[in-house]
């Protein structure tokens, strides 16, 4: 019996893994089409979608959820676009997964609107950090020049900042704050038993962050740092970039076939969870 069940919650996980990689994949190549707008020397731009992968957090297993969002991103962003930097790519990997397992781990109760929004701020909030921090350490390493913003101070410290803030203020809120806060607590109850799942409760949620937690995630900075500045320095090992690289046509390619395994791996999660119940 409890090898059944055993695995069947493995049989879950890789669902909800193929599932947020598929979602969080589409959304970043929808993100692709949408053009920004420059006013002075701030430009409105959206960044990501991250809403999708901090609701499916908070509301399924969080680390299938965290690295199937981050494995989405590298394969439909970026492989997919025709352009893959090598090592460097384990920079956005790990922050992105970082900051999404912290945020479906911070939440015990996914009707507590105000855990749900501290979450999804935080977590985007960190990982927006994560990536600043990283583009500084760049520079004070001298693995990267430092490119002055017109209007703003020559420092990367008040650049990286600025560009912190701008993006939290406006993707931040509009494409993971609310949309998270709309969501979580009107699919929770409703969406888990269609795939076969329970509800998240206190009981049987996530372990809260601990010393451990903190220190595995500073230890994945420390690694994406490294990766970071060994890309930039020309140690990328596999990096390549075809002719058709972040063209239309592989951005629709690219949504075609997101949308596909998004659409199997949901009638997959809801055929076992119909079948279950018989």
Known sequence: MTTTVSKGAQAHKLMV???SMSLYGLATLVSELIPSVQVGIVEFSVEFFLFIPL???MLFDPLSVALGAATGELVFSEIMLGQFGGIGELEKFLTVAIAIYIAGTLVRDPR???AVAAAAIGATALQLAMSAGVDILKVVFAVEEFEAVPGLPESVFFTEGFAFLNDLLFSGILFCL???LFLVPRLYGKIEPLLGMKPRTAEDAPEVPSAKLVLGAVACFV????????SKAGFSLIEWEAEWAESTGAIFTG???AAVIAIVAAFCLHRNATLSRA
């Open 255 to 257: 949504l075609g076939v």
């Open 55 to 57: 609701t499916l957090a």
């Open 223 to 230: 690694v994406a740092v490294l990766a970071a500045c060994l």
């Open 112 to 114: 507590n609107l105000k």
């Open 178 to 180: 609310l949309p998270t």
């Open 17 to 19: 893994f193929v599932l």
